[in-house]
Structure formats: structure tokens, C-alpha cells
């Protein structure tokens, strides 16, 4: 019986005492991924790579020069660059395309002796939250098939839940770690935005997108971020704090918190009823335990969901302007001029929704509509920003759920696109205010499928954050 583990201090106990090797791993990972080649979890596995690379890491191992990472097996996102491997975003517009560079991401965590397995099946362009707008076919949920895997990293989601690595990168723009992290019963963390380098992630919506982890484990992801955060010279957006040492520094809180929730989040008919139920027994326990959990109005509410989408439509208009033709992957054979190359190469590489949100961004920002628009979504997001900076003056940190329904049927709301960005009420605050946040399992609805629950809090809060997340996860 393979052995699998949940965090990598086990895998580091199991490598220590010669009950496993990097290799061995490696090989029971490749297996996992041929049985359950099914879910479609990965757009391309560097499995002869992968264990070539466990077999060094081994021999580092035993002369004592391994990174901190040694042992770990990390699946990325496919719109994550990784030197001399394809990286398509799923999309057939990259079709054929290489990595000239790795991102910083990628080049922190191989530092570190990690080890990359392969690249996962991802929402064109991390545009969805369902995995279903993939070029390359939606991914199934690992707890039941006929569900989605939630986007747009649902394939580093199922890659985790269904062992086909230990953790996986992926990206969150407005909850694309978050919530297949929740459908998928595992845990998924957005850093305050700026913490982590943006360099080399192909970009949807530059001013909201961040790498996070998905993992088994509190520590893990404490790990990750320690290993992936800090300045980078490549991305001018990266904050010069200094990293914290936040798995060395990982302990469970023994204070009393203040913590918000969302009445709404209750009383709202769009929520789910045992998703409602998992945060009322999660809010008794904490108040069991002496914290104060508090309701409280969030008064732009309504106003989060056209906010996000208004902005990132227009960053991704602008951001998706380079893929052309001429530039990057796909070529259209019809082409016959400079203007044919453009707009028969967009128009057949590109999927209905990526084209969709470059049409709406175009026109949020052209010259008519950019005061109605994306000048009034600006200043809607400072609102949201202050307000929730105060909520965070007051309360250590906000509870919700973060996707109002577990894991739905495939193809059940991929043809309404309002449905689809309304289920992105509780992840898009984070993205909007750019603080962390974090998913985290909560246990199994009455059809066996996970449910996740949210905190956020302040900028660079993480420490905090995961702290609690620990605590929150044996309360
Ligand atoms: N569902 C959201 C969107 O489509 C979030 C996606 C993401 O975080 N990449 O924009």
C-alpha cells in the first residue's frame, strides 16, 4: 500500500528513517497521476525529469546539502513559467509556446530543492472558477467526477487532493486558489498582495493577481510562502518587507480573538444551507472557546462582485493585447497580412469567455465609458480597501465561507457567465482590499463533497493568519 503523507516534516521523518525515498515518492506520485489520468488534472507531466531529479535530491540528501524543500513533489499551474517547459495557460493561443525564463516562483522553490512533476490544467487564461473554460477540458473533482474541480487552479487542486503530488502553485486573482482549495477539501492560501513576485506568471489582471499554495497542511503552506515571498527585482509591485520565518514561527495562538463574519453570509438565500450550517458550528466552537465572533454589514457588499469584474476585465483586455500572432504560440494558417494575422489568430485562439472579458474590458475602458466604469470601479475599490482596513483596525479577522455552494455538476452553470461571477462573493473582498487570505477544510456536506471556510486579515498578516489557521483546524 503506497504511503502518502500530509505535510513534509512527515516526508522528512519517512526520509530519515529510511522508510521512503525522494525517488520512491517520485515513482508513487507518477502512479497516482496514470490511474487518475481521468481528471484531466494536468496539461503535461515531467515525469523523466521528476525522477531524475529525486534521485539527485537522494544523493543531496545523504551528503547533507539538501534545500528545505527536499522531498517536497509540487505540481504548478500551467500559467506559471518554468524555463525550456511549454506553458500554455490552457489556452490554444499559446499552442507550441516555451518558457524562456523561469518565474521567480519556480526558480525560489527549485532553490530549495523542490521538485516539479508537472504543469496542471487551468481556466483559460485563470479566467473562471469552475475549470471548465480550459481549452484543454475541465477537470473532474477527485471526490466525485460529475462535480468540478472549482477554478481556475483546479487542476493543482486535484493534482493535491487526489495525491498526484504533495502541493501545488497555483494563482489568485479573485479566488482562483480559494475556492478549488474548498471544493477539493484542502487548503489554499492568497498572500497580501505584493508579497510574492508576479514575475513570470502569465498575467490576467496585473493590479490582483498573486501566486499561493495548495496544500495538506498549515505548515506546508507556511513553508512555501516563507521560501516564495519577499522583494524581487523583476516585479516592482513586490513589497521590501522582510519575510517572516513563518514556519519556524508557526504556533497556535493562546490570546482570545475578535472576529468578524458577514450576517449576510447567513441570511442570504444564495448560500447554501449546510454551508451556512458548517459556519454557524464553526462560529459556536470559537465562541465555545472564549473568542468573540461578531456580525457585522459590509456595506459595498453588493458592489464587490461588478467592482472585481469591471477591473480585471479591463487589466485582462490590456494584458491579453500581446498575443497576437506574431509575438507568442499560435499563428492562424488563414493569415494573410499583418491585420488578418491579428484578428484570425485572436479569434480562433482565444475560448467564448476569454473573448468575452476582451471585449467588456475594451469597452469599460474606451473613451465613451471609462468614467462610467472603470473610473467609478477604481474608486469603488479604494471604498472597499478603506473599509476593510477598518473592519481589520477593529476585528483580528474576517470568517466566511468561501464559495456559497460545495463542488456543482460540470457544465451546470458554464453557459450563464452572471451565475458564474456571482459565486465569487466571498473571494473576491481579499483580492479587491489585496489582503491575505485563506481556505480552509471544513469538513464534508451530506453528499461527501468539501466544504471550506475563509479568514482573512490585514496586509502581511500571514503570521497571524496561519497561526489561527492551525488552531481553527484542531478547534
Ligand atoms: N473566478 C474569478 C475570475 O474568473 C477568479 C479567477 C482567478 O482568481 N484567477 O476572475
Redesign the pocket.
Known amino acids: 500500500m503506497t504511503k502518502f503523507y500530509s505535510s513534509l516534516s512527515e516526508i522528512k521523518s519517512g526520509l530519515q528513517n529510511g522508510k521512503t525515498t525522494v525517488e520512491g515518492l517520485v515513482k508513487n506520485y507518477l502512479s497516482q497521476i496514470e490511474i487518475n489520468a481521468g481528471l484531466n488534472a494536468f496539461n503535461e507531466v515531467f515525469d523523466k525529469e521528476a525522477l531524475q531529479r529525486a534521485i539527485d535530491i537522494d544523493q543531496r540528501l545523504k551528503q547533507g546539502v539538501a534545500g528545505r524543500l527536499a522531498g517536497m513533489v509540487i505540481a504548478i499551474k500551467d500559467n506559471i513559467c518554468y524555463k525550456g517547459h511549454k506553458v500554455s495557460a490552457s489556452s490554444k493561443i499559446l499552442t507550441g509556446f516555451q518558457s524562456v525564463f523561469s518565474s521567480t516562483v519556480v526558480e525560489r522553490l527549485l532553490a530549495e530543492d523542490a521538485i516539479i512533476i508537472g504543469r496542471c490544467n487551468?481556466?483559460e487564461f485563470?479566467?473562471?472558477?469552475a475549470n471548465e473554460t480550459s481549452y484543454f477540458g475541465p477537470v473532474k473533482n477527485y471526490a466525485d467526477p460529475t462535480k468540478v474541480s472549482g477554478?481556475?487552479?483546479g487542476g493543482s487542486a486535484v493534482a493535491v487532493q487526489a495525491n498526484m503530488c504533495h502541493a501545488a502553485i497555483g494563482?489568485?486573482?479573485?479566488?482562483?486558489?480559494r475556492?478549488p482549495a474548498s471544493f477539493c477539501g484542502l487548503i489554499g492560501l492568497k498572500p497580501t498582495y505584493g508579497h510574492v513576485s508576479r514575475h513570470g506568471l502569465i498575467a490576467?489582471?496585473s493590479s490582483?493577481?498573486q501566486a499561493g499554495t495548495i496544500t495538506r497542511s498549515v505548515e506546508d503552506a507556511a513553508l512555501l510562502l516563507e521560501i516564495m515571498a519577499g522583494a524581487d527585482e523583476y516585479d516592482s509591485t513586490t513589497s521590501n518587507k522582510a519575510v517572516p520565518a513563518y514556519a519556524t514561527d508557526l504556533k497556535k495562538p493562546t490570546d482570545k480573538k475578535k472576529i468578524a463574519y458577514l450576517q449576510e453570509s447567513l441570511s442570504s438565500p444564495a448560500v447554501d444551507d449546510e454551508v451556512k450550517n458548517t459556519l454557524i458550528n464553526s462560529i459556536e466552537k470559537l465562541r465555545a472557546a472564549g473568542h468573540t465572533v461578531t456580525p457585522i454589514a459590509f456595506e459595498y457588499l453588493d458592489y464587490l462582485v461588478p467592482a472585481?469584474?469591471i477591473l480585471?476585465m479591463a487589466e485582462a483586455s490590456s494584458n491579453l493585447a500581446r498575443f497576437d500572432g506574431v509575438h507568442y504560440g499560435y499563428r492562424s494558417k488563414a493569415a494573410t497580412d499583418l491585420a488578418s494575422t491579428y484578428k484570425k489568430s485572436r479569434s480562433e485562439g482565444f475560448g467564448k469567455?476569454v473573448k468575452r472579458?476582451i471585449m467588456m474590458g475594451t469597452f469599460v475602458l474606451s473613451a465613451g465609458y471609462y468614467d462610467a466604469y472603470y473610473a467609478k470601479a477604481q474608486k469603488v475599490r479604494r471604498l472597499i480597501q478603506e473599509k476593510t482596513d477598518k473592519i481589520f483596525e477593529e476585528y483580528d479577522f474576517m470568517l466566511m465561507p468561501t464559495a456559497p455552494e460545495p463542488a456543482f455538476d460540470i457544465g451546470r452553470k458554464v453557459t450563464d457567465p452572471v451565475v458564474?461571477?456571482l459565486?465569487?462573493i466571498f473571494?473576491?473582498q481579499a483580492?479587491l482590499s489585496g489582503t491575505p487570505a485563506i481556505s480552509l477544510p471544513a469538513g464534508n456536506n451530506t453528499n461527501g463533497l468539501p466544504l471550506g471556510l475563509q479568514l482573512l486579515t490585514k496586509h502581511f498578516g500571514e503570521q497571524e493568519l496561519l497561526n489561527f489557521s492551525k488552531y481553527f483546524l484542531e478547534l
Open positions: 487551468c481556466d485563470a479566467m473562471g472558477a477554478g481556475s487552479s494563482t489568485d486573482t479573485g479566488g482562483s486558489v475556492q490576467y489582471a490582483f493577481d472585481y469584474y480585471v469567455e472579458r458564474n461571477y459565486a465569487d473571494t473576491v483580492s
